[in-house]
Structures are given as C-alpha cells and as structure tokens.
C-alpha cells in the first residue's frame, strides 16, 4: 500500500452542502464507461450505487458528489470531471448545518478504485446485489 501522503495531491479543503440540487449521476456514469474499457481495473456498474450528496468547496470551485456503494458501503466521491477525492476528517473542523467535511483529491484514480474493496467479490464470495450478468440489461449500458 502507498504511503498515505502519496496517495493525495494538494491541501485538503473544506466543503459545504448543497442541499438544493438533486443527484447527478453523469460523473460516475462516464468514470463506468472509463472502467468498462479497461479489463485490467475492477468492474463496477452506476447501479451498484447510492446517491448520497453534492458538495460544494467554494475556494476552488470544485462540485464532488458523494456515491455509495451498495455493498462494500464505500465512498466514490468524484467531481464533474470524474477525478477522485477522500474525505479526510480533522479535530476542530466546524459543525454547522450546512459543513460537507474536508476532502482531498486522489493523485491517482486506481488508488480510489480500491478504496471500493471490489475485489472482495472475488477474494471472500461475498454476494453482489447487482451482479455483472444483470449489467447489459440496465438503463446504463
């Protein structure tokens, strides 16, 4: 595993929520078609996913949407672009209503990719809620 420093590039920045605009699904839709064309990254498809949040950092301009794995129950979090980003909690960080948390952009997206635990899939046979044989028959083919 990469040191932890590695794994990031840039400060970590603060974000607020967007609680006004509704899921959008274009980032990790086009990030699947990117990861379908590559047979070496692990496979996932849009429908594994929750909707969970739309974050706003205001310094940089950078929307992220927050989206859930259905069942490793870990985070996406991708901005319009599809880059990658993790949320990185720090002591003091404030709470008010509307505090979406720190985050920080992956240098790398593979490193993302397995931050999703998809290989548990195979590593454990854990059961899969949205199996790759029902992909080619759902709305985001």
């Not at 590695?6 to 699947?32: I, K, N, Q, R």
């Amino acid at each position: 595993m990469p040191v932890r420093s590695a794994l990031y590039m840039g400060s970590s920045f603060t974000t607020t929520l967007d609680l006004e605009t509704g899921p959008d699904w274009a980032p990790l839709e086009a990030v699947a078609r990117v990861v379908r064309q590559s047979p070496d990254l692990p496979q996932f498809h849009p429908g594994e996913f929750m909707y969970m949040a739309t974050l706003h950092a205001a310094r940089s301009q950078v929307r992220i949407h927050l989206y859930k794995h259905v069942d490793t129950r870990r985070y996406l979090n991708l901005d319009d672009g599809g880059h990658a980003y993790a949320y990185h909690y720090r002591l003091g960080d404030g709470h008010a209503a509307n505090f979406g948390g720190r985050y920080r952009r992956y240098r790398n997206f593979l490193d993302a990719l397995d931050r999703l635990d998809l290989q548990a899939f195979e590593r454990e046979r854990l059961f899969r809620s949205f199996p790759p044989e029902e992909w080619h028959t759902s709305q985001w083919v």
